[in-house]
Antibody
């Protein structure tokens, strides 16, 4: 079955960077785009960006442009999300989610289990 | 960029029907997908597009769309349906996607 397994929780100081991984299995890695979504404590879901594993093309949320970088490693079927210049507002659970689209609809299935990133001095 | 607007909270009596709505300009062009999230868990897809329910999702979950509004309807709500619900769609302004703010559903 399709699985997205994310790396473990991180604690970072303000100004540092964090890199979260999402290892995929159970399907052809290059067939589906992969999105990253985050959720701050007690808040809603926030779309961060997407990467096409086939060619590495990315699209990022405007508010994160310049701080977020998404990459992929086709040899290990893994995608990565790097967020730099961390601030306390970046404390959140970060999810990867496999993209599907058809007939003017986009949806995620499945999601990774989530990675808690805590930014604290 | 466009936004998707949801009511922050909705309640329904056990066994009754509830509709959760999502409004936004992008929904005039695209269909929404819907996610259920329970505390401490990752979101789960419950409905998407014009008329698609993932396998394993009870048929009491259905969706519809009209104008700039997408809706998720739960017919005969159960206690286990108490959760946060999010809509999601593509933005019309480019390669951006967006979530609604979420609706907290309480089953009384």
């Amino acid at each position: 079955q399709v699985q997205l397994v994310q790396s473990g929780a991180e604690v970072k100081k303000p100004g540092a960077s964090v890199k979260v991984s999402c290892k995929t299995s159970g399907y052809t890695f290059t067939n589906n785009w992969m999105h990253w979504v985050r959720q701050a404590p007690g808040q809603g879901l926030e779309w961060m960006g997407v990467i096409n594993p086939s060619d590495g093309v990315t699209h990022y949320a405007q508010k994160l442009q310049g701080r977020v970088t998404m990459t992929r490693d086709t040899s290990t079927s893994t995608v990565y999300m790097d967020l730099s210049t961390l601030r306390s507002e970046d404390t959140a659970v970060y999810y990867c989610a496999r993209d599907h689209s058809n007939d003017n609809t986009w949806w995620f299935d499945p999601w990774g289990q989530g990675t808690l990133v805590t930014v604290s001095s | 960029s466009s936004e998707l607007t949801q009511d922050p909270a909705v309640s329904v009596a056990l066994g009754q029907t509830v509709r959760i709505t999502c409004q936004g300009d992008s929904l005039r062009s695209y269909y929404a997908s819907w996610y259920q999230q329970k505390p401490g868990q990752a979101p789960v897809l419950v409905f998407y597009g014009k008329n698609n329910r993932p396998s394993g999702i009870p048929d009491r979950f259905s969706g519809s769309s009209s104008g700039n509004t997408g809706s998720l309807t739960i017919t005969g709500a159960q206690a286990e349906d108490e959760a946060d619900y999010y809509c999601y769609s593509r933005d019309t302004t480019g390669n951006q996607w967006v979530f609604g703010g979420g609706t907290k559903l309480t089953v009384l």
